[in-house]
């Protein structure tokens, strides 16, 4: 089994900056595609970003575009989200997923087969 665990998350102002590290273990990783989700209290679960196994290939939602950045060092079995320019509006959980395939064909879908705990931001104005 793939195991995920984020790190990372806390409390900050508007404005601040955060970087939310995924690790993986249990399986080797640098095959796997990953995306970072984020769920608000009584919101469904939202896209983020992804990323494709050799990292080539990322993926944003429009409201994070241009101050959320994806990126993976698979000799370190690690997925990093470095969140900048932090809004109210990014409070929530956040998890990360990872799909075996390498390239998800339906990335910003919460489809992914292995799953984090997930990681708490809150971005206070």
């Known amino acids: 089994q793939l195991q995920l665990q984020e790190s990372g998350g806390g409390r900050v102002l508007a404005g601040d900056s955060l970087r939310l590290s995924c690790v993986a273990s249990?399986?080797?990783?640098?095959?796997?595609?990953v995306a970072w989700f984020r769920q608000a209290p009584g919101k469904d679960r939202e896209f983020v970003a992804a990323?494709?196994?050799?990292?080539?290939?990322?993926r944003y939602a429009d409201s994070v575009k241009g101050r959320l950045t994806i990126s993976r060092d698979n000799g370190e079995n690690t997925v990093s989200l470095q969140m900048n320019s932090l809004k109210p509006e990014d409070t929530a959980v956040y998890y990360c997923?990872?799909?075996?395939?390498?390239?998800?064909?339906?990335?910003?879908?919460?489809?992914?087969?292995?799953w984090g705990q997930g990681t708490q931001v809150t971005v206070s104005s």
């Open positions: 997923a990872a799909d075996p395939h390498g390239v998800a064909a339906t990335f910003d879908k919460p489809d992914y087969p292995n």
């Open positions: 249990g399986r080797p990783f640098s095959n796997y595609a």
């Open positions: 990323i494709s196994w050799d990292g080539r290939i990322t």
